[in-house]
């Protein structure tokens, strides 16, 4: 990395801590664009230069899709599991967009304290869903090209929106511990806790009916892995 781009990332990571540390402090209403870049010793129009918002400093950016050449080998190639099993390879191969752990820890604080953000980031990720949704699909019809394509698209939704809980799971978890554990290795154990919880019949006590999306995605799960 270049000192150009290094010096951006410290001023962008800078005013991100500025603005997360006094809506912490003081409330997000009550925070100016003028306060932080005082904070931050910048300029107002360097702000802008980074963000289009006060919003826009305090989500963040949601962390872009997975390159194409990550997304093709997911579809066509796998890596070594079945589609929901794969899905934490997906996800790894996004971390080094993540921003770091301090301003992760800030802004989780601050989600809980001003419920109106928390909101604002979830409808942020739902076009990420949107995308992992498709990509699972491809997945899934490569596999069974003769498949009901209404079952594929019930199915995929299910393993889309559960792999995407377990990584929020990992990556929350990886936040409370400060980045002790690589975050890798949390993604993992993540998945890893779902699996075991499908397999061991969190239904509690009743019959998963055939066909059923909870039945789908116990199958993928139980699935043997490929090599």
């Keep these: 990395m270049g000192l150009r781009e290094r010096k951006r990332r410290e001023t962008r990571r800078s005013l991100q801590i500025a603005i997360l540390q006094q809506s912490l402090e003081r409330g997000y209403d009550h925070v100016t664009i003028e306060e932080v870049c005082r904070v931050a010793d910048v300029s ?29 080998r997911y579809v066509t190639d ?14 790894l191969s996004m971390t080094d967009r993540l921003e770091d752990i301090d301003i992760l820890t800030l802004r989780k604080r601050l989600m809980r304290q001003e419920p109106g953000l928390l909101g604002l980031r979830v409808s942020s990720g739902r076009a990420f869903e949107n995308a992992l949704n498709e990509v699972v699909q491809r997945r899934m ?10 079952e594929v ?47 061991s019949g969190t239904h509690v006590g009743r019959a998963v009916p055939e066909g059923s999306l909870v039945e789908q995605v116990s199958r993928s799960a139980a699935a043997p892995t490929i090599g």
Excluded at 44 to 71: C, H, M, Q
Excluded at 78 to 91: H, I, K, T, Y
Excluded at 141 to 150: G, H, Q, T, W, Y
């Design 44 to 72: 107002p129009r360097t702000f802008f230069n980074y963000f289009a918002s006060k919003e826009d400093a305090v989500l963040g950016a949601v962390p872009g899709f997975p390159d194409e050449g990550v997304v093709e």
């Design 78 to 91: 796998g890596f070594g599991g079945d589609a929901l099993r794969d899905l934490p390879e997906l996800f």
């Design 141 to 150: 019809i490569r596999e069974d090209p003769a498949a009901d394509v209404a």
């Design 153 to 199: 698209e019930r199915a995929a939704r299910l393993i889309a929106l559960v792999g995407f809980a377990a990584m929020r799971h990992g990556w929350l978890a990886w936040i409370d511990g400060s980045g002790a554990i690589p975050l890798d290795v949390q993604l993992r154990e993540s998945f890893a806790e779902l699996e075991s919880l499908v397999l």
